[in-house]
């Protein structure tokens, strides 16, 4: 999945897992209404906004025929009927945090 749309899953699941538990607890507790909520503002010490905390993989292979030389550190190889394959994953990890401007409850 790219970065981009787990963001916006991760974001669309969070508001609407807030909406759906508040129309449980609603039901359960005879009309208690936003018993969670999403509040604007991106103070993390106050707990607001939504943190992330990712990391990010991108993959690169070559295959060559035999003979041929690959310039790349390889992290996985394989050889299969006169062919080679090389890999190599590189890994970052991307912190950011998302402020919130809207109550979602």
Same mark, same amino acid.
Request: no cysteine.
């Given at each position: 999945?790219?970065?981009?749309?787990?963001?916006?899953?991760?974001? %669309?699941?969070?508001? $609407?897992? %807030?909406?759906?538990?508040? !129309? +449980?607890?609603?039901? $359960?507790?005879?009309?208690?209404?936003?018993?969670?909520?999403?509040?604007?503002?991106?103070?993390?010490?106050?707990?607001?906004?939504?943190?992330?905390?990712?990391?990010?993989?991108?993959?690169?292979?070559?295959?060559?025929?035999?003979?041929? !030389? +690959?310039?790349?550190?390889?992290?996985?190889?394989?050889?299969?009927?006169?062919?080679?394959?090389?890999?190599? $994953?590189?890994?970052?990890?991307?912190?950011?945090? %998302?402020?919130?401007?809207?109550? %979602?409850?």
């Amino acid at each position: 999945m790219d970065l981009e749309s787990f963001i916006k899953e991760t974001l %669309v699941a969070i508001s $609407q897992g %807030v909406i759906s538990a508040n !129309k +449980v607890i609603s039901t $359960q507790n005879d009309g208690l209404n936003d018993a969670f909520r999403l509040a604007p503002g991106d103070d993390k010490s106050l707990g607001l906004g939504i943190s992330f905390d990712v990391a990010i993989t991108s993959n690169n292979s070559t295959t060559t025929n035999a003979g041929g !030389k +690959v310039k790349i550190i390889s992290v996985i190889s394989a050889e299969r009927s006169g062919e080679r394959t090389r890999s190599n $994953q590189d890994i970052s990890r991307v912190n950011f945090h %998302v402020r919130v401007d809207k109550t %979602v409850s």
